[in-house]
């Protein structure tokens, strides 16, 4: 089993900056995969960015150039910064972890509000 709880979320302004933070408990030797996703009112859950353990990187279109992920993985941590926030980055943000044989785990998360 793998805990994820994050931290970080509020209201910015449109173009301000935020930073998210995910702290991994458990069995964080068998993670593989950490990512985040974000979930808008009446929208489906997508897929912000992943990082690997390897620290290979992937970001859906509308983020690239503005958001940029990280972990410690001396701290079982991975961050989500975000900026040049814009309205429509307003969502849940949730943490995600893969591990292996392949079990997926949320974090509870995090409100992100952007004021246009």
């Known amino acids: 089993q793998v805990q994820l709880v994050e931290s970080g979320g509020g209201l910015v302004q449109a173009g301000g900056s935020l930073r998210l933070s995910c702290a991994a408990s458990g069995n964080t030797f068998r993670i593989f995969l950490l990512g985040w996703y974000r979930q808008a009112p009446g929208k489906q859950r997508e897929r912000v960015t992943t990082i690997t353990n390897g620290g290979h990187t992937n970001y859906a279109d509308s983020v690239k150039g503005r958001f940029t992920i990280s972990r410690d993985n001396a701290k079982n941590t991975v961050y989500l910064q975000m900026t040049s926030l814009k309205a429509e980055d307003t969502a849940v943000y949730y943490c995600?972890?893969?591990?292996?044989?392949?079990?997926?785990?949320w974090g509870q998360g995090a409100q992100v509000t952007v004021s246009s």
């Open positions: 995600y972890a893969r591990t292996l044989p392949g079990d997926d785990y």
